[in-house]
C-alpha cells in the first residue's frame, strides 16, 4: 500500500487502525488493518516497507490523515537482554500523532 492509498482508505473510512512495529536496530514497519480485517503493508519508497526513524513515520501518517497509532514492540528490552520471554504478550500503546 502506498502513502496516497493508505489517504484514500482514511478518508473513506476503511481503516480500523494503523500499527507501528518497532523492529529491533532496522527500524519501524507500518501494518495496516482494514475495515474487513485486511491487513496491508505501507510502502514509504520503491517497495521498502521499514521506515528509517519514528519522527518520518509520525509526520508522514499525521498528512495522510492518520490521527493516532498503535505501537507495538515484538520483543521487550528484557528479551534482548537475556531475561526470559514475557507471559503475555504486549497489548501495544496506542500514540496520538498530534
Do not use: N
Not at 18 to 26: D, I, K, M, N, P
Not at 34 to 55: E, I, K
Not at 76 to 84: A, L, Q
Amino acid at each position: 500500500m502506498k502513502l496516497w492509498q493508505l489517504c484514500v482508505a482514511v478518508v473513506c473510512g476503511r481503516v480500523r487502525r494503523v500499527e507501528v512495529l518497532a523492529l529491533r536496530c532496522s527500524g519501524y514497519h507500518v501494518r495496516v488493518v482494514m475495515s474487513d480485517g485486511a491487513v496491508r503493508a505501507v510502502h514509504f519508497a520503491a517497495g521498502r516497507s521499514l521506515w528509517p526513524a519514528m519522527p518520518v513515520v509520525k509526520s508522514r501518517l499525521l498528512r495522510c490523515g492518520v490521527r493516532k497509532v498503535l505501537l507495538l514492540q515484538p520483543e521487550s528490552h528484557d528479551e534482548i537482554i537475556g531475561r526470559p520471554v514475557l507471559l503475555t504478550a504486549d497489548p501495544g500503546l496506542w500514540m496520538p500523532l498530534r
